[in-house]
């Protein structure tokens, strides 16, 4: 039982001393507008000290926004919104010196009410 206790102890310790710091958090968003009345995924990615990237999410970083409500990395926009942008900062809660804010704008134009078919695409060109 000592020995498996041990054992657990300088692997958790050694995966603390050797693991991956986030160096910096990148903004990717799938879209260039936020959609109202609808629950819009903010992406945000943490560089590692390695290079690589790693997908963060509610439980890496604090969402705040300006207006709307976060769920997870999600943030919802009540349909009656008036205001042309919502600013969003994200803090990595492992080290709240990193963080980024940002402005994203408010999507102006409506929905179609009718997308057209792969047919009626097809025949326009």
Sequence with gaps: MRLLFATTLILLICTKCYGQKIDSIYVHLY????KKGTYNYINIDGKLSNGRYLPLDSTDLIFWASDGKFNGNDLYIDPHFKKDKVTVKVILRS???LYKQFD????KNPNPEH???INEILKSH
């Design 31 to 34: 879209t260039d507008s936020l």
């Design 95 to 97: 080290n709240t010196a």
């Design 104 to 107: 994203i704008y408010i999507k």
């Design 115 to 117: 997308l057209p078919s």
